[in-house]
C-alpha cells in the first residue's frame, strides 16, 4: 500500500494518495500512533487537493487530533479555524449589517469601473450597443 501512495503522489493523483492513506489509518485503528500518522498525512493530502470539505470533515470527525490544523481557505491563504470558536448567527447578523449600509448605485458604479479596467471585459462591453442611463 505504501508503494501505490508513493506512486499516487508522485504522478499527480493526490486525491488517490489521500484516500489511501485515510484507509490505511482505518485499518490501524487499534494502533493509535500509527492511525494518526496516516490520518494526518490523508489530511494534508486532501488539503493539497483543495478537498477543503473533506478537511472540515475529518475535523468534525476527530476533534482530539486536528483542533489546532489549519485549512486552506482560498487556495493561497491560511487561516485558523476552530469549530467552537465559529458563530454562524454571527456571521449572518454581521453579513445583513455590513450589506444594509451599501447602497446600491455605488456598488454597481464600482464593480463596473473595476470590471471596466479588466482587458478581457473590456472588448465584450465595447461590442455592446450603448444605451442611455447606463451606468
Not at 486552506?72 to 449572518?92: K, M
Request: hydrophobic share 40%.
Amino acid at each position: 500500500m505504501e508503494q501505490a501512495i508513493v506512486a499516487a503522489t508522485k504522478h499527480g493523483f493526490t486525491q488517490f494518495a489521500a484516500l489511501a492513506n485515510e484507509r490505511i489509518a482505518q485499518h490501524l485503528s487499534g494502533v493509535t500512533k500509527q492511525s494518526n500518522y496516516y490520518l494526518k498525512d490523508a489530511y494534508d493530502l486532501y488539503d493539497q487537493w483543495a478537498a477543503f470539505g473533506k478537511c472540515r470533515h475529518m475535523m468534525i470527525a476527530r476533534p482530539d487530533l486536528f483542533n489546532e490544523r489549519i485549512i486552506n481557505q482560498s487556495g493561497s491563504t491560511r487561516t485558523n479555524f476552530s469549530i467552537a470558536a465559529l458563530d454562524y448567527s454571527s456571521l449572518i447578523k454581521a453579513s445583513h449589517s455590513i450589506s444594509s449600509k451599501i447602497k446600491l448605485d455605488e456598488l454597481i458604479q464600482r464593480l463596473m469601473s473595476v470590471l471596466w479596467k479588466m482587458p478581457e471585459l473590456k472588448e465584450v462591453f465595447s461590442s455592446y450597443p450603448k444605451r442611455q442611463n447606463c451606468i
